[in-house]
């Protein structure tokens, strides 16, 4: 047995003794194997961004093929990659086309996302919250979902918030959307994120995505990226979770603030 330290993880877990006895070798079978996550969206909206802002993934650790940026060529293939994280823990993450480019190419990607979500775990979708348009998106999420019934396997994130326009008088008072200093979205840009997020959630609610599924961030600039860890790590079945929560300790808060605030508080 790899030196995991499984029976410590698993006595932390709040459930009953029968239960972890029962997770224990349920656990043991499926050690080696990964958990896959696979990851949806239009190319652009930081896919990859986002996975190397949460999990320890390296540039180099993704394939060539999946770092394409989004004007390059259209790729129809799907590709997985695996990293380790310290526990020991393997984590597969696949990339696929991008959906929603468009309805033709939709027609043909659909089917062949819906077969490949149903060899992982968990789904995460990527969203652009600066872009107003989710219509479509809405209609490919939905077939997807009904198809393979992923709703509570899903997490929505509402990247990039910090590209979100402000209101216009905030505009014209020369309000700035970012708060450099703290790196945290200034009190105007946050009634914004506010606004399009529950936007956003009426739309999925209609959908059968519940509230807590959707969650903005920026991965960019690493902001509310440790949410998004939590709620992935939710979304996966009970017996996958302990795989990932090594990679809880996501970014502490003080490698984001900037230096000058640090040396205030020291
Ligand atoms: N402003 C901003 N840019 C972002 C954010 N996340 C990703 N990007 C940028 O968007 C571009 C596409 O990101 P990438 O992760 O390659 O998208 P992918 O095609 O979905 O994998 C890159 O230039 C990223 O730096 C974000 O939260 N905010
Ligand atoms: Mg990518």
Not at 141 to 160: A, S, W
Not at 225 to 254: F, M, T, W, Y
Request: aromatic share 4%; charged share 35%.
């Amino acid at each position: 047995m790899p030196s995991f330290g499984i029976d410590s993880l698993i006595d932390q877990l709040p459930v009953d003794e029968r239960k972890k006895k029962k997770l224990r070798s349920e656990m043991e079978a499926d050690l080696d194997q990964p958990v896959r996550i696979i990851g949806a969206g239009q190319a652009g909206v930081g896919k990859s961004t986002l996975l190397r802002s949460i999990f320890d993934v390296k540039e180099e650790d993704i394939p060539s093929s999946i770092t394409t940026d989004a004007t390059s060529a259209e790729t129809t293939e799907f590709e997985s990659f695996q990293i380790e994280n310290e526990d020991g823990f393997k984590i597969e993450f696949t990339d696929g086309p991008g959906l929603g480019e468009s309805i033709s190419r939709n027609e043909e990607l659909i089917p062949k996302w819906i077969e490949e979500i149903r060899k992982h775990h968990l789904l995460y979708w990527v969203l652009d919250a600066s872009s107003r348009d989710i219509a479509h998106i809405q209609r490919n999420m939905n077939k997807i979902l009904n198809e393979t019934g992923y709703h509570d396997r899903i997490v929505v994130v509402l990247n990039k918030i910090d590209q979100i326009e402000l209101e216009r008088s905030d505009r014209k008072k020369g309000a700035q959307g970012w708060n450099e200093k703290y790196n945290v979205p200034t009190d105007e840009l946050e009634k914004q994120i506010e606004k399009r997020t529950n936007d956003i959630i009426s739309k999925l609610s209609n959908i059968g995505i519940p509230e807590d599924k959707i969650v903005p961030c920026s991965a960019l600039k690493r902001w509310n990226h440790g949410e998004v860890l939590d709620e992935l790590i939710e979304s996966l079945p009970e017996d996958q979770q302990i795989k990932v929560s090594a990679n809880r300790d996501v970014a502490d808060v003080r490698e984001l603030v900037s230096d000058d605030v640090l040396e205030e508080v020291e």
